[in-house]
């Protein structure tokens, strides 16, 4: 690993990232941690926040968690083929927090599994999906 490489600081916020306000907090081999403060904009008509932000939120930390890299100006992409979301409860506090791992695969897919907990760590949802590697852009 090359210890003057931050993969992290690398990584450019995307325009759905920027507007739901989530940022990528941890990521290492095989493990991601995705945080988003609660805001209005994301609640669904009930007041709690709408399960397309749960869904965005596993998805975006269960595909980092296959897609780390640490060779600078290099980066590892991936699409998610399938993706199962559980909605469990009803979060507490103003954060909600996402982490995913590489639970296996292979050189083209592999597989994660996702949980989102609140500031009390109360499970809200879980997720588990399919990811394909695809070749960079950058």
């Not at 306000?21 to 994301?42: K, Y």
């Not at 397309?52 to 100006?73: E, K, R, W």
């Not at 103003?94 to 592999?110: K, M, N, P, Y």
Request: net charge neutral; with cysteine.
């Amino acid at each position: 690993m090359n210890d003057t490489y931050d993969p992290l600081a690398a990584e450019t916020p995307y325009p759905l990232q920027e507007h739901l306000g989530f940022r990528l907090v941890q990521w290492s081999e095989g493990f991601a941690r995705v945080e988003l403060p609660l805001a209005r904009h994301l609640m669904n008509r009930y007041g709690i926040p709408h399960g397309g932000v749960y869904a965005t939120l596993l998805d975006t930390a269960c595909g980092y968690s296959g897609s780390y890299c640490d060779i600078p100006g290099q980066k590892r992409l991936a699409m998610t083929l399938s993706l199962t979301v559980n909605f469990l409860a009803r979060p507490e506090g103003s954060l909600l927090i996402a982490e995913a791992r590489r639970i296996g695969g292979g050189r083209r897919t592999f597989f994660a599994e996702g949980r989102i907990t609140d500031e009390a760590g109360t499970l809200n949802a879980s997720a588990s999906g399919t990811f394909r590697y695809r070749e960079s852009t950058a």
